[in-house]
């Protein structure tokens, strides 16, 4: 295993404080609008420790997406936050997640809403 660099460490403590940001958004109720400030000074190559932080702290997967909805806007990819539901026959379910990411939790999810950058 590498030892964390300076680009790692960066990444992780905008992490820990943009998840912090997160959540106290999301807890007025309000969805639309909502941004995270994004990493200031933070390379590309930090993403190792925002991944830490996101693998070993708890959080929703709304707050992981607007989490990295930000950092990769803050590197040139400017992608959505797309919400879906599952239908109750299938096994009702929600999801947040971003656009063109990988997801196995997508999976029969049905697109309800987009958070723009």
Known sequence: MRRPTRADMLG??????ALRE?????????LKGITIAPPRDVPASGVR???AVL???RHSCLE???????WA???GDRRDVVIGVRR????F??????????????SGMREITRLPI
């Not at 992780?12 to 404080?17: T, Y």
């Not at 379910?93 to 997508?106: K, N, P, V």
Request: charge should be positive; avoid cysteine.
């Open 64 to 70: 992981g997406a607007l989490i990295r909805q930000s």
């Open 12 to 17: 992780a403590r905008w992490a820990n404080r």
């Open 88 to 91: 109750p026959s299938e096994g």
């Open 55 to 57: 693998r070993l702290r």
């Open 49 to 51: 420790g925002v991944r």
């Open 73 to 75: 806007a803050s590197h």
């Open 93 to 106: 379910g929600a999801h947040a997640w971003l656009e063109g990411e990988r997801d196995g939790e997508i």
């Open 22 to 30: 997160a959540r106290a958004k999301l807890a007025t109720g309000e």
